[in-house]
């Protein structure tokens, strides 16, 4: 079973940066072998897919509202997936969790805990 543990959220002002981690285990979990990505949750609203990373980190995608501004990396030696945060808005606020993806869609069946993101005006 993976176990997904994502991190580095926190309160910051508009125009802040944070960078997110989640690393990622399970004993048949291989993880330089997916695609994997960010996703996010604000109150009220449906998760909805923020960035994604390909295997060897050749191919990353961004949602349209953060293209620009965020930046998906990864680490497979640590089985570690990030993503830096700059000039954050208001509207980014949100819990962040990450996930294997195909495409924008989540393919992971388990989700973890995520790390909170409040981004203050």
């Known amino acids: 079973q993976v176990q997904l543990v994502e991190s580095g959220g926190g309160l910051v002002q508009a125009g802040g940066s944070l960078r997110l981690s989640c690393a990622a285990s399970?004993?048949?979990?291989?993880?330089?072998?997916?695609?994997m990505g960010w996703f996010r949750q604000a109150p009220g609203k449906e998760r909805e897919f923020v960035a994604g990373?390909?295997?060897?980190?050749?191919?990353?995608n961004y949602a349209d509202s953060v293209k620009g501004r965020f930046t998906i990396s990864r680490d497979n030696a640590k089985n570690t997936v990030y993503l830096q945060m700059n000039s954050l808005k208001p509207e980014d606020t949100a819990a962040y969790y990450c996930?294997?993806?195909?495409?924008?869609?989540?393919?992971?069946?388990?989700w973890g805990q995520g790390t909170q993101v409040t981004v203050s005006s």
């Open positions: 990373i390909s295997w060897n980190s050749g191919t990353t």
């Open positions: 399970g004993r048949t979990f291989a993880f330089s072998m997916y695609t």
């Open positions: 996930n294997r993806v195909l495409g924008i869609r989540p393919t992971g069946g388990s």
